[in-house]
């Protein structure tokens, strides 16, 4: 997944609560609960704040000690799990 070109969209249809440090996501088409570690709730906080993928990657890499390629990749993973349950829309950004 190449993050440069992709906007993500936090779904209206989920609810979420923080609970002991973490995130529960309830999907309220479905009924279907996820919970999100320290940093899945860290990804979801900060598209949460409209940041891009490429802003959240950016924020995460002055938080933890991780490589950026190794941080690229595991946001894309993510995201692409959090896409397969219907919890964001992630699309390609139009070019121009």
Do not use: H
Not at 45 to 51: D, I
Not at 54 to 83: C, H, I, M, T, W
């Amino acid at each position: 997944m190449l993050l440069d070109s992709l906007t993500v969209s936090m779904s209206e249809q989920i609810l979420f609560q923080k609970v002991d440090g973490g995130v529960v996501l309830l999907n309220a088409v479905n009924g279907e609960y996820y919970g999100l570690n320290e940093i899945g709730t860290r990804i979801w906080e900060l598209l949460q704040e409209g940041q891009s993928a490429v802003s959240v990657v950016a924020s995460l890499l002055q938080e933890y000690n991780v490589s950026e390629p190794q941080l690229r990749q595991d946001v894309g993973k993510f995201l692409g799990y959090l896409q397969s349950r219907g919890l964001v829309e992630v699309r390609e950004q139009n070019a121009g």
